[in-house]
């Protein structure tokens, strides 16, 4: 009984925020356009390299078009960069001490949080780039995916990569009881984790030693696994071991995380009133 | 009062810029985390162009060290703007506090006022990547430096830095209208930066028509590099940059008419 009305307090608290974030259309509106000629500007180079040599493409031509579409489409999903600037005002300012009186675990509470912006930012912004995806001439439409197992794959690896993209942020935002100044520590990160997650360019383009490495680490697990697996170009092998990697950063991270909010919350030092 | 004199525009511009450092100063390690910041951000993109072209010899004819070029010079064009225009860049908080209200009240012109706000000493670290990665490409990308091409470097930053000026000064006087920065705009400052490390060209002949007539782009990247490369002769290709800078122009009329329909909005 107490366990339902604890996840109860976090479902709430999802759906508040979820609903909440849903008012920002115009906002959505404008981001749309900002990813739609983004996404197209990238094809376009893409196929430039490809022009220029074929036979080097890691990938074949249309697989690389979906990835990048879908990159744009679902970017509120698994981003690292944008974490929530009101995490790090409470840290800062103090209003902490309100959040910690509350009956609620912040972990939990801040993971649901953040996890409502993404669904919402995401439900906004996905259905028209991908329908602008899938109706553009011939080389740049996005391809469906080839099976329906192929789908499901892909949504649970959605998913568990928006989870662990999440699961990262929030020990982010546990260093920062640490230090304080958060902003240097963000743009340092930020930077170096979107080009490992494949932000930059897909992971499959990176030199063949760096990319067994990189495929590896955390980041790997967050857009480069679900987008490669929608393509259908993974092995079934290959695609247990991506979402086994999945599961496995997840929880890792989780652990990392929650250990680091809990040792925050015994040591928080409040700043002023 | 006549005979007060009246401290130029530029120094005052310079008063301005000591008081933004001095005051960034005071935050000494967060300045240097950010300079760091700001350096990755740019060498991430280095990094992807490192390995795309560890991948493939050359894009539509390009090399690595001639896209590396162009990536510098661009990237160094925008981050001077950045550092000096982020008045603009930042003035929609300046519209919605209605500290442009003050702005106005002072005897003095409303965009040296503006562009002195903020001096973001900051973008150094983006800076310092261009330059590392250009002083990289220089002996490299085959260039003979002879008078006219250093000539036409200096031109393109020139040109480059009003161009970015310009674009950030329309997306400031959006603001009148909308209060917010409007985010569409990014894909001209942000994007530019971004996708601006390849010759325009790349992106086909739509896109370079686009980078000469409407936002001229190409004027301080695609034609200038095409003469420093020595794909063409053709001097006037060295004073295109300087075209550029009339995009001032239109930027300049779109803030005035901005600045005639503000109406504060308290506060």
């Known amino acids: 009984m107490k366990r339902t009305i604890s996840l109860r307090k976090y479902h709430s608290f999802f759906r508040l925020r979820f609903i909440q974030g849903l008012q920002y259309r115009a906002a959505a509106a404008a981001g749309i356009t900002t990813q739609?000629?983004?996404?197209?500007?990238?094809?376009?180079?893409?196929?430039?390299?490809?022009?220029?040599?074929?036979?080097?493409?890691?990938?074949?031509?249309?697989?690389?078009?979906?990835?990048?579409?879908?990159?744009?489409?679902?970017?509120?999903?698994?981003?690292?960069w944008m974490m929530e600037g009101e995490i790090f005002d409470v840290i800062a300012n103090g209003n902490l001490a309100y959040e910690l009186c509350r009956p609620i675990r912040i972990y939990n509470m801040w993971i649901a949080r953040s996890l409502a912006n993404r669904f919402s930012r995401?439900?906004?912004?996905?259905?028209?780039?991908?329908?602008?995806?899938?109706?553009?001439?011939?080389?740049y439409r996005m391809m469906v995916p080839p099976t329906?197992?192929?789908?499901?794959?892909?949504?649970?690896?959605?998913?568990?990569?928006?989870?662990?993209?999440?699961?990262?942020c929030m020990i982010v935002y546990g260093l920062t009881f640490f230090t304080i100044s958060p902003q240097g520590v963000r743009t340092l990160f930020a930077s170096l984790v979107d080009f490992l997650a494949g932000g930059i360019i897909p992971i499959p383009f990176m030199p063949d030693k760096v990319r067994a490495i990189v495929e590896l680490l955390p980041f790997a697990s967050m857009q480069n696994a679900p987008l490669r697996i929608?393509?259908?170009?993974?092995?079934?092998?290959?695609?247990?071991?991506?979402?086994?990697?999945?599961?496995?950063?997840?929880?890792?991270?989780?652990?990392?995380?929650?250990?680091?909010?809990?040792?925050?919350?015994?040591?928080?030092?409040i700043q002023g009133g | 009062m006549e005979n007060v004199k009246k401290t130029s525009a530029f120094?005052?511009?310079?008063?301005?810029?000591?008081?933004?450092?001095?005051?960034?100063?005071?935050?000494?390690?967060?300045?240097?985390?950010?300079?760091?910041?700001?350096?990755?951000?740019?060498?991430?993109?280095?990094?992807?162009?490192?390995?795309?072209?560890?991948?493939?010899?050359?894009?539509?004819?390009?090399?690595?060290?001639?896209?590396?070029?162009?990536?510098?010079?661009?990237?160094?064009?925008?981050?001077?703007?950045?550092?000096?225009?982020?008045?603009?860049?930042?003035f929609s908080s300046m519209v919605r506090t209605g500290s442009f209200d003050q702005v106005l009240v002072r005897p003095r012109n409303e965009v040296l006022q503006v562009l002195g706000s903020k001096f973001e000493l900051t973008r150094i670290g983006r800076m310092l990547q261009a330059i590392l990665t250009f002083v990289y490409a220089l002996p490299r990308c085959g260039i003979e430096w002879t008078f006219p091409k250093i000539v036409t470097v200096i031109f393109m930053l020139m040109g480059g830095t009003a161009l970015f000026s310009g674009i950030f000064m329309i997306y400031a006087s959006f603001c009148f209208f909308t209060l917010e920065g409007l985010e569409f705009m990014n894909v001209f400052t942000d994007g530019a930066r971004e996708h601006g490390k390849y010759p325009l060209d790349v992106y086909g002949k739509k896109m370079l028509f686009f980078?000469?007539?409407?936002?001229?782009?190409?004027?301080?990247?695609?034609?200038?590099?095409?003469?420093?490369?020595?794909?063409?002769?053709n001097p006037t290709y060295m004073l295109l940059p300087l075209l550029a800078i009339l995009f001032l122009i239109p930027a300049y009329a779109f803030w005035r008419f901005g600045v005639r329909h503000y109406c504060s909005s308290g506060s």
């Open chain 1, 36 to 80: 739609f000629a983004w996404g197209f500007l990238l094809i376009i180079a893409f196929s430039a390299f490809y022009e220029s040599d074929p036979a080097a493409f890691p990938m074949s031509f249309q697989d690389t078009v979906s990835y990048v579409w879908l990159q744009q489409a679902f970017l509120a999903l698994f981003n690292t």
């Open chain 1, 122 to 139: 995401a439900a906004l912004r996905c259905s028209p780039i991908l329908i602008v995806a899938f109706l553009v001439p011939k080389p």
């Open chain 1, 148 to 168: 329906l197992g192929t789908f499901l794959l892909f949504i649970l690896s959605l998913l568990l990569g928006t989870a662990v993209a999440t699961a990262f």
């Open chain 1, 230 to 269: 929608y393509t259908g170009s993974l092995a079934a092998e290959e695609v247990k071991v991506t979402l086994g990697l999945q599961f496995f950063w997840l929880i890792a991270l989780v652990l990392i995380g929650s250990g680091l909010c809990r040792l925050a919350e015994r040591k928080a030092c």
């Open chain 2, 11 to 90: 120094r005052l511009w310079l008063r301005y810029v000591g008081i933004n450092v001095r005051s960034a100063m005071q935050y000494k390690t967060s300045f240097f985390l950010m300079v760091l910041g700001q350096f990755f951000v740019s060498f991430s993109v280095f990094l992807g162009l490192y390995f795309m072209f560890q991948r493939f010899h050359n894009v539509k004819g390009y090399t690595y060290q001639e896209v590396l070029l162009c990536f510098a010079i661009f990237l160094m064009e925008f981050s001077i703007a950045e550092m000096v225009a982020r008045g603009f860049d930042s």
């Open chain 2, 211 to 233: 980078g000469t007539f409407l936002v001229p782009y190409a004027l301080v990247q695609y034609y200038p590099l095409t003469y420093l490369i020595g794909r063409t002769d």
